[in-house]
């Protein structure tokens, strides 16, 4: 199991990771979300000790990562595919990693087998490898050493729909065989397919964890009016929570309670239904735009 | 099934990584890539290529002789020019390609990474010294068979000791410069303008027009610091009786450009996060 406990980690005065805690369990797959520079690496590098935190503790099953001997045959770590020599062979890489850990050279060979790189690929230098290639055998060498807990940051990038089903087997018949997975995306839909637990975070506070179904579920109300104001003052009135969401109101209030407050101050709706099971999309989508450099501004003709 | 979900994942008592297989993976590290390839095949090229204009020089010329010694001496030039170039990038490229990612996921204990670095290091200065000195022989014999001249196996212990120590010190330099600067290019133009350009292009003309170059140089400068205390001779050739301060020299220029560098290298290392 990975834990992770009031884990933070300052830069000067920028915060990218803030007091931190979640638990990966094993059996299970667990996601960890959130839009680009939310602080999904700088916690996974604490993980794996590469990092070191400015408050809290993350370890595997109560040990700290640099604890273990021979981290790589107990934890299988890729925090970064594209991270690797260009001059060497797929082969030579996985060579190296097996080499260090005291594998056999078979050990290769079932590895390349198991990610799908022929033997003319893993010949070739990884300069020349596509991204999903990469990925790939970034996976295999986090897997070489057999480990019971995986940590892989972005594996997901960089593969085709058909790649990505392909890491979902893989990935839930490990969990199935007992081992720890952790790996992150900062795509809900590719997380979506992989995960069994999520996490999301954002601007380095975890908002959000817990099993993909909880999450999905999240139950609410969409609402609209013609007078939007009224609607907004009426559902205050009533004590209800909402935000508002473009041109609509979402309430975590049922559609009973939304449509009562607006009946009794008189507000006509133009709509009120269950909001979609978008409710992990929408977070999601306002952690990504409250993201400066991801406003979206209009390439207008010059008038 | 859900009993081995609870089973402890973590095995404490298992052996760590031990020190030899990461050093041999250190060295396999520095020639299993492209460049790495290319560095060794041009080095080759330049000993059969000192070895042949220095064979043809001789042939060529009647009233020219040379020892075994001598021939040590040319044929360290070139294992010399080339290869601390891996000492660098042994450390450096670690950084340029990201790998030290993996590297120090590997082995999180960075201390040992830098000191199996440093033991392949010296590994290779050791190995390529010992193939200069079989080819420095070879074309010893060589000159024995194709110049009418007997060959002269005369390399004394005390050469031999100072050509390795020599090319030790160049190698701990440059893996020293490496590891304070972190940067491929950086570490390059450091080492060969301080250890081979300034000393062979630009010193010689100061030291010859100015007292305080001669005065200043060869403490800023291993290499001379060096070639004073073995050759017992100033720059200019002027005999000197080596004592306290031509020593103390030596050990200041070690220090100037190998062990504060390393040090502060290897700190910088042990520190630095990597991303």
């Known amino acids: 199991m990975i834990e992770v406990q009031n884990l933070s980690k300052s830069y000067g005065d920028f915060t990218a990771v803030d007091d931190v805690s979640f638990a990966c369990r094993p059996g299970r797959v667990t996601g960890f979300l959130g839009p680009n520079g939310a602080g999904k690496s700088t916690a996974m590098r604490m993980i794996a000790g590469l990092t070191r935190p400015s408050k809290g503790t993350a370890t595997i099953d109560g040990v700290e990562y640099t604890a273990i001997p021979n981290p790589a045959t107990q934890v299988g770590v890729l925090l970064d595919a594209s991270a690797q020599h260009g001059g060497r062979t797929g082969r030579e890489v996985l060579t190296i990693g097996a080499r260090m850990m005291g594998l056999p050279a078979s050990r290769v060979d079932e590895m390349l087998a198991l990610v799908g790189l022929t033997d003319k690929e893993a010949k070739r230098r990884v300069r020349n490898y596509s991204l999903g290639m990469r990925q790939r055998l970034g996976i295999a060498h986090a897997l070489l050493g057999d480990p019971k807990v995986l940590i892989l940051d972005e594996p997901a990038n960089g593969l085709d729909p058909a790649g990505i089903h392909w890491m979902r087997r893989l990935l839930r018949e490990y969990a199935n065989r007992g081992g720890t997975v952790m790996l992150s995306s900062h795509l809900l839909h590719e997380i979506q397919i992989i995960a069994d637990d999520l996490i999301v975070i954002g601007n380095g506070r975890i908002v959000a964890s817990g099993t993909k179904e909880e999450l999905l579920r999240v139950a609410g109300t969409r609402v609209r009016a013609r007078d939007m104001a009224a609607l907004e003052s009426a559902l205050t009135a009533a004590g209800l929570t909402f935000e508002v969401a473009g041109d609509a109101v979402t309430s975590t209030a049922s559609p009973e309670e939304v449509g009562q407050a607006a009946a009794d101050a008189g507000v006509a709706l133009v709509e009120l239904r269950e909001s979609d099971s978008a409710g992990l999309e929408e977070m999601f989508l306002q952690l990504t735009s409250s993201n400066q450099r991801d406003v979206i501004t209009t390439e207008g003709v010059p008038a | ?275």
Do not use: C
């Open chain 2, 1 to 275: 099934m859900s009993t081995a979900t609870t089973d402890p994942t973590i095995d404490l008592s298992r052996p760590g990584v031990p020190f030899g297989r990461e050093v041999r993976v250190e060295i396999r590290k520095m020639i299993d890539t492209r460049g790495g390839v290319w560095l060794f095949a041009i080095t080759a090229l330049f000993i059969l290529l000192a070895m042949g204009l220095t064979l043809l020089v001789l042939g060529l010329n009647e009233d020219a002789t040379i020892t075994a010694s001598g021939f040590g001496e040319i044929m360290a030039l070139p294992v010399s020019i080339l290869l601390p170039v891996f000492a660098i990038l042994i450390v450096t490229s670690e950084w340029s390609q990201r790998t030290h990612l993996t590297t120090f996921t590997l082995q999180p204990h960075r201390g040992r990474v830098i000191l199996a670095k440093f033991v392949a290091v010296t590994t290779l200065a050791i190995g390529t010294i010992v193939a200069a000195a079989v080819f420095g022989a070879l074309g010893n014999a060589l000159y024995g068979v194709i110049t009418p001249h007997d060959p002269v196996w005369n390399l004394p212990v005390a050469d031999l000791a100072w050509i390795v120590a020599q090319q030790l010190l160049f190698f701990w330099m440059a893996f020293a410069l490496a590891m304070l600067l972190l940067n491929t290019p950086a570490a390059i133009a450091v080492f060969y303008v301080a250890s081979m350009i300034l000393p062979f292009m630009v010193y010689p003309i100061l030291m010859a027009m100015f007292q305080w170059a001669r005065d200043l140089l060869p403490w800023l400068n291993m290499d001379y610091a060096v070639m004073m205390v073995r050759t017992e001779a100033t720059f200019l050739g002027d005999p000197i009786e080596v004592g306290v301060v031509d020593y103390l020299r030596l050990a200041f220029t070690v220090t100037l450009w190998i062990v504060l560098p390393g040090l502060l290298g290897a700190l910088r290392i042990r520190r630095t996060e990597v991303k």
